[in-house]
């Protein structure tokens, strides 16, 4: 399978899961998405695991190690991610998310020694412009620095994902990092009245099965493609997201930002279609 083809589908997915995060996280607190979530996640990744066809493979020593801060990293990018969200709309927080593809680019030509070829930095400038000219729709400080924090966390815990992955089961790498994720839910707090909001976070199911599932795609994909690549498959969530916040959350989006879905759309349809011809 291609890395376009497994491009759109953990975007896909991911797309869909944010879709629900953005209609709970205006409706619940932080601390209860968390919890609820990843609640759904761990008893869904459970399946998965379960009825895993292959061998199970699982790492030791500094592999697993990595693997858990890998895990505990991303927990703390959804909490960022939420909290962003609180207070920017979906098209801004995903305008900034574009940083952590720039993390697995730098990751991996400083770990892997990957040489980008000169269509990469062609493509780069491409969606970087179409990234600049999002910024100035950009107002609230707090959700800036939410989005900043998330969009770090993320390029890191995504970025270091992808060398346990190498000899790792998919199934098993999903568990235990949503696992993280529900010891770092559990720090915060369960809810006090759980009955009432489990009642509320009905939705979070949806978030729990969409992300599991992207999670599994994902994890395959960083056994079978180099890690500059991934971070090209980041970038094709972007064009989802600001049509989202056109269409279903009824942002109003300027020229300049129509015109920075050009750009990108630009730069991804080049990188992707050198990388298929090759």
């Not at 998310?97 to 993390?103: K, N």
């Not at 993280?180 to 979070?204: E, R, Y």
Request: charged fraction near 5%; glycine fraction near 8%; charge should be positive.
């Amino acid at each position: 399978m291609s890395i376009f083809l497994f491009s759109l589908l953990v975007n896909t997915a991911y797309f869909i899961a944010d879709l629900f995060i953005k209609y709970s996280s205006t409706k619940q607190p932080t601390g209860q998405i968390l919890f609820f979530r990843s609640l759904y996640a761990v008893a869904l990744s459970s399946i998965f695991l379960l009825i895993e066809p292959n061998k199970i493979l699982i790492p030791s020593g500094l592999q697993l190690g990595i693997l858990i801060a890998c895990g505990f990293l991303n927990a703390f990018g959804l909490y960022a991610y939420i909290k962003a969200l609180q207070t920017l709309h979906f098209a801004n927080v995903s305008v900034l998310g574009i940083a952590s593809a720039l993390i697995h680019y730098a990751v991996a030509a400083l770990f892997q020694h990957t040489l980008l070829s000169v269509w990469f930095y062609i493509a780069s400038v491409f969606c970087m412009a179409g990234i600049g000219i999002q910024w100035k729709k950009q107002q609230s400080n707090a959700g800036l620095i939410w989005a900043s924090a998330s969009a770090i966390a993320w390029g890191l815990g995504y970025a270091f994902l992808s060398f346990p992955m190498q000899t790792t089961s998919a199934s098993f790498a999903t568990l235990l990092t949503e696992l993280c994720l529900l010891v770092f839910a559990l720090g915060m707090g369960i809810p006090k009245n759980i009955s009432l909001a489990f009642k509320q976070s009905s939705s979070l199911l949806g978030v729990a099965f969409f992300t599991i599932l992207g999670s599994w795609l994902l994890n395959i994909s960083y056994a079978k493609f180099n890690l500059n690549l991934m971070g090209f498959m980041q970038l094709a969530f972007f064009p989802y997201s600001l049509l989202a916040g056109f269409f279903i959350f009824k942002e109003k989006l300027s020229k300049q930002e129509w015109i920075g879905i050009g750009l990108i759309g630009i730069g991804l349809l080049l990188y992707f279609l050198l990388i298929e011809a090759a």
